[in-house]
């Protein structure tokens, strides 16, 4: 079926199988590939995604729900250029290692500050419940966002 | 600035694609004309394939073809690399898809590539397979005893292989006249390694040429090449290009070459399309190796004073219903060989028995046997210090190797000697940052108020950068090939470099340590150094990343050619001006003549020269460029200190990790912020094993913990902030005087962990505890020593 | 990861979405889908015709009338964490809210879809019980309500019959009441392993009235007749709270569920526990 989805600014207008999920949809339809599927049970988050800015597993949804939305995805942060403060803070405290979970956590940890633009450490850990990572032991991940926080006028 | 760089922490260079989304992982690429692969799995540990029935899959609009294991009769079994303990004899390995039996859960049996991946989903529901289900073993031990179903008739009693290391009759002795012996059975539970990133593969074979290009999820795409060509389908090896795109994380499970790996290919063949398979998490939990998962029985014979001299072993290790690539090789040498420790220990022997059960393949997860030996020696020890009613710390110091030691033989290394270390050293430093004396009186007053506090040590030692050829070739030792590493380095006209390595690198920043090294011999900046990896066009073989050996083999062989960059450079600097080679010297990225510095061609300059080969001294060649074949002399040994404090809360069972310290020594240090990041994350996986994860097999073989629902990661909130320090102590191994990082926190973190569980409970007399130490067990524990709390 | 193949329908009213859940008997509702779309990518549902539900605006609003609040089925656990109105007149409604999964999660999961489901391991089923809420339904012969009490019937099963859709949650104003949920979570899914809410109206130091409930333990959220009388009439004390453990143990054995990681027998004890962590904390004590 037709839907009409904002994604990163542009709006696409495309005829999907209701059944396709909207991490594949940007993946595979859009070519949006930074958007990662790292599990098949929304526990992960790599696939995390902003809909109507808010924070969203984007393999828990279905395209067609989408319809007549706005999708950021991780790939709207420096489209015009510059790193989004949370991008370069990870780059700055080394938050990422193989970089797989990297784009759903910038996604989620941007959510985070949304809601709580100054977090304690335990806010952190505690806010980042829904996102997996294997290389880095979250510590500079942690300290990544906090960076940011600071970054952003928190 | 030539020395600045090597130890400094830059930034990672890899991280701007990563934090962007541009990286191109394995399912990220998408080749015109692509066709999705779904692969059908036996939902039975133990079976015969009756019959495989794919009409109506194949009748599905979308299919473009359907196969079994029959389609593919004329390739050869996946090959088993490491043959330890005389596995040659019953060795049993993968088929890209089984034909008339399976021995886990997860086998792949039938295969359905269709025009999209949901297309070929619906298709394997259409499969019918008719099944004989056969008896089911999946624990070690009962697989060896009578009357336990059997999987392998080239394998009685499902023993794959037994080996031993040691003098059985001097440890027995030296047990016999030991004060104490204490006697401990010790389970290391399956870890399901679960990088975010799964196993996937692409595959296109162009029919013009007969070559086929892979890209596939490895941390060894040369080895991968290697076992294709040369062993599963017999062709030559030259016609086959293996690229390991960017890779979302490993620890180990990316090591070994997987059925798909050669399906994929087979199937391109057979369709004249590119085909790509991405695993589902699910699918991995079940069709990718585990790791660990051992069943052991340890003796170990000590003095009155503490002093430990012998050390029993004996290990049954699950490897799975078939042998993954180097599977023998992890219980053998990587462990058994392991088992001094930091330690003096004159009287050691292990047997261990390779066994065949009814569930996933079993190879090495980060640290790879390593941990399993920690494990052991890190509770023997607290053990001993329990039984002696010792401080742990003391019976560490009294059976340290020390700083005069070194080379230190274990004799169990078969000839490799320890190379450096100041085990007491780091232990001194773990201990300030405790404040030692302070805790022990923390935890006295938080036992008189019925708290149960707890401490545990980890004084470990690793063996890695795991190399020498002549050493892991050995007769007996099984491994089937060799452990050199290679690189080429390039100074091209305009002054930039370009590293080409055999290592792979999946998260380990090899891009930003590697061209920190070149920077800092060539006097270059960082950004003017390019590092290729991860593509058998256009890199020198390498044996692959794993066994935290990628910085002291893999970047080795780099510093080796830039020193002979250097040397031709050198000779056409002073070529250029006119003076005696025996005059100039390469410093800051110049040559110069001795004592007149402003007398100096910049590396930028004399690349150029060496490059246009306009004017060169007789009989050079132009361009600057070298290739090394690096084969180190020894392994190294990083050591250090874990500590770990905890609180168990008894009413719930619950664990809180207070404090985690640990003071690591991997040698020199080329970038301090990815060494910490690498020990953060290790220790994260350690303490998971201790606490909170486990594979677990039903007795029917269904794996229980078959997703992240089920199979506990951990998430940032389980963990405090960890308190890191680090000693020095290089390595006289190679030049760089590096050790390796890779794997130190998982190999340290576990048995800290547990000692520290089994200190806070040891006023209710435990003395030992199985792994994970989930709320549940706890609280029965407690239960059980209470009789209620 | 790849749910089969799915009809999907945009509903633009309740009464639409009745009649096409009537008139199709493999018709699910969908709402937050953050417990049917996993199970459909597992393949676990496999549903012919999604009726999307989630525009549906006038299910959305939470609003306090008189001495009650309403919650719309389709207020998400993140809506009902943040709303001033459900922190004031249900606090631990709104505590629980801010606990369950994670904030992608909670943005999108909503509390009808969340009752509807009935997992005896989730967080709202256990509180809108102690709170004594009414679950308002809506079917083709027009609306009914049923109290908490009668609407969890069973693992995964509830009192809604086919073709029905649940409009709105009532809870009565217990802001005069000290509340609270806690949890022990499972470390891999964060579920509850056990939930114990509890509601407690107090004159000084002696509580009048006791709502006990506990989820997680047991095949559904249930109450603890039990734990409530011990409670109601005593100063919350040591023995009074052990006393309630002891009947918190008792009133839940016939529901207990368990599983390798967490036995029945655990849960229990647990559920005993928890029970007295929910009573300090509503008293904040």
């Known amino acids: 079926m037709q839907v009409k989805i904002t994604v990163n600014g542009t709006l696409h207008e495309r005829d999907v199988t209701p059944r396709t999920l909207l991490v594949h949809f940007l993946r595979e339809d859009l070519a949006l590939t930074g958007t990662k599927i790292g599990c098949d049970t929304s526990q992960c988050g790599s696939c995390t995604v902003h809909l109507d800015g808010k924070a969203l597993k984007s393999c828990t949804m279905l395209a067609v729900q989408a319809d007549g939305s706005d999708v950021q995805t991780i790939e709207s942060l420096a489209q015009d250029g510059p790193l989004h403060p949370m991008q370069e803070s990870f780059w700055e405290k080394h938050g990422l290692q193989c970089g797989y979970c990297t784009p759903g956590m910038i996604m989620a940890s941007i959510a985070l500050l949304e809601n709580n633009p100054h977090p304690s450490d335990e806010e952190i850990r505690h806010g980042l419940e829904g996102n997996l990572c294997r290389c880095t032991g979250y510590q500079n991940i942690v300290a990544a966002v906090k960076n940011a926080s600071e970054k952003m006028g928190g | ?789 | 990861m790849y749910p089969t193949e799915i009809d999907y329908h945009r509903a633009s009213s309740i009464a639409e979405a009745i009649e096409l859940l009537s008139q199709n008997d493999d018709a699910k509702l969908l709402a937050g889908g953050h417990s049917l779309i996993p199970a459909m990518k597992l393949r676990l549902a496999q549903p012919g015709l999604l009726i999307d539900i989630s525009h549906l605006e006038e299910l959305k609003s939470i609003f306090v009338s008189g001495d009650k609040i309403s919650i719309g089925a389709l207020a998400t656990h993140a809506q009902i964490a943040a709303s001033a109105d459900v922190q004031s007149y249900a606090p631990a409604l709104a505590s629980a809210a801010g606990i369950v999964g994670d904030q992608q999660v909670r943005n999108w999961g909503t509390i009808g879809g969340n009752l509807a489901h009935a997992d005896p391991a989730s967080d709202p089923p256990t509180v809108v019980l102690a709170y004594d809420g009414v679950i308002h339904i809506q079917g083709q012969s027009g609306s009914r309500s049923v109290n908490a009490q009668d609407f969890f019937v069973d693992l995964f099963a509830t009192a809604l019959e086919p073709g029905e859709i649940i409009t709105r949650i009532e809870l009565s104003n217990s802001s005069s009441a000290k509340s609270a949920y806690v949890k022990l979570s499972h470390p891999a899914s964060r579920y509850a392993v056990v939930g114990v809410c509890a509601v407690l109206e107090m004159n000084g130091s002696t509580c009048t009235s006791a709502r006990v409930a506990v989820g997680g333990a047991t095949m559904k959220a249930v109450r603890s007749p039990g734990a409530e009388s011990v409670l109601t009439g005593s100063s919350l004390d040591d023995s009074a709270l052990n006393a309630a453990a002891a009947a918190v143990k008792s009133d839940i054995e016939e529901f207990l569920i368990g599983d390798m990681s967490y036995p029945e027998d655990y849960r229990q004890a647990m559920a005993g526990v928890y029970l007295k962590r929910a009573v300090h904390a509503a008293l904040g004590s």
């Not at chain 2, 694609?17 to 939902?43: F, H, M, N, Q, V």
């Open chain 2, 1 to 789: 600035m030539a020395t600045a760089v090597v130890g400094s922490r830059i930034k990672r260079r890899e991280d701007p694609r990563l934090i962007t989304g541009e990286a191109k992982y394995l399912e990220d690429i998408k080749l015109p004309g692509l066709a999705y692969a779904a692969i059908l799995r036996s939902p039975y540990a133990h079976a015969n394939i009756k019959s495989i029935n794919i009409d109506k899959a194949k009748a599905l609009p979308g299919v473009l073809g359907v196969f079994t294991g029959k389609d593919f009769a004329d390739v050869n079994p996946l090959p088993c690399a490491w043959q330890a303990g005389g596995v040659q004899n019953n060795a049993n390995t993968p088929r890209i898809l089984e034909i008339d039996k399976v021995t886990f859960t997860g086998a792949g049996v039938a295969v359905v590539v269709a025009e999209d991946r949901y297309t070929a989903e619906d298709a394997l529901e259409l499969i019918e397979v008719d099944w004989e289900p056969l008896p089911v073993v999946v624990d070690a031990y009962k697989a060896t005893q009578p009357g336990a179903p059997q999987l392998h008739e080239n394998a009685p009693n499902n023993v794959c292989m037994e080996w031993t290391v040691g003098d059985q009759s001097a440890v027995d002795q030296a047990l016999h006249s030991a004060d104490i012996v204490v006697k401990q059975h010790i389970l290391n539970q399956r870890l399901i390694p679960t990088p975010m990133e799964p196993r996937g593969c692409i595959a296109q074979y162009l029919a013009a040429t007969g070559e086929y290009t892979i890209w596939m999820t490895s941390q060894a795409p040369h080895v991968m090449r290697l076992l294709i060509t040369a062993f599963v389908f017999g062709i030559p090896e030259t016609k086959v290009r293996v690229i390991s795109p960017q890779i979302g994380g490993g620890f180990g499970a990316k090591i070994f070459l997987y059925p798909e790996y050669c399906l994929m290919p087979a199937l391109s063949k057979k369709l004249g399309r590119p085909v790509r398979w991405m695993e589902t998490r699910s699918e991995n939990y079940i069709s990718t190796t585990h790791g660990r998962d051992h069943i052991t029985d340890i003796e170990v014979g000590a003095k009155r004073d503490g002093t430990i001299t012998s050390l029993k072993v004996n290990t049954y290790a699950n490897l799975g219903g078939v042998l993954s690539t180097i599977a023998p090789g992890i219980p053998t040498t990587l462990y058994g060989r392991m088992l001094s420790g930091a330690y003096k220990i004159p009287n050691i022997f292990c047997r261990v028995f390779g066994v065949y059960t009814n569930t996933g393949m079993v190879d090495a997860y980060r640290g790879a046997g390593r941990p399993e030996a920690t494990y052991v020696v890190e509770r023997a020890v607290d053990l001993v210090a329990r039984e002696l009613n010792m401080d742990p710390v003391e019976v560490r110091r009294k059976n340290f190797i020390q700083p005069e030691d070194f080379p230190y033989d274990p004799i169990i290394l078969r000839g490799l000697k320890y190379d450096s270390g100041d085990y007491d050293k780091a232990l001194d430093r773990a201990l300030e940052m405790l404040d030692y004396a302070n805790f022990r009186k923390e935890q006295a007053e938080a036992r008189q108020q019925g708290r149960y506090l707890g401490v545990g040590f980890s004084t470990y030692i690793e063996i890695c950068g795991v190399a020498p050829s002549a050493w892991i070739g050995l007769p007996g030792e099984g491994w089937g090939a060799a452990l050199w590493e290679s690189a080429n380095v390039r100074v091209h006209l305009t002054g930039k470099v370009v590293v080409t390595t055999g290592s792979q690198t999946h998260g380990q920043g090899h891009e930003t340590s590697v061209s920190q090294v070149v920077a800092g011999e060539l006097g270059i900046a960082v950004e003017d150094v390019t590092v290729q990896h991860s593509d058998t066009l256009g890199t020198p073989f390498g044996y692959g990343t794993y066994g935290s050996r990628s910085t002291a083999v893999g970047t080795v062989a780099v510093y080796n050619s830039l020193q002979k960059i250097k040397e031709k450079a050198k000779a056409l600097g002073a070529h250029m001006l006119e003076a005696a080679v025996e005059d100039v010297v390469f410093q800051d990225g110049k040559v110069h003549v001795k004592g007149a510095p402003d007398r100096a061609k910049t590396i930028q300059e004399i690349a150029g020269a060496a490059a246009l080969a306009y004017s060169l001294p007789q009989g050079m060649e132009p361009f600057l460029d070298d290739t090394t074949y690096y084969d180190p002399p020894n392994c190294t040994y990083p050591f250090g200190t874990h500590i770990c404090v905890v609180e168990v809360d008894p009413s719930t069972g619950s664990i809180e990790i207070k404090r985690y310290i640990a003071v690591d020594d991997v040698g020199n240090v080329i970038n301090p912020m990815i060494v910490e990041g690498q020990v953060h994350g290790g220790i994260a996986q350690g303490v998971a094993q201790a606490l909170w994860e486990a594979a677990v097999y039903d007795e029917n073989g269904q794996l229980i913990t078959g997703s992240l629902m089920d199979y506990a990661l951990p998430r940032a909130d389980f963990f405090p902030p960890f308190e890191l320090d680090r000693t020095e102590t290089p390595t006289p191994v190679n030049p760089l005087g590096v050790k390796g990082a890779g794997e130190t926190g998982t190999i340290a973190a576990t048995p800290a962990v547990v000692n520290a569980v089994v200190d806070a409970l040891s006023p209710l007399g435990i003395k030992h505890l199985d792994m994970p130490l989930g709320a549940d067990k706890i609280w029965r524990v407690i239960q059980e020593h209470t009789n209620g709390v």
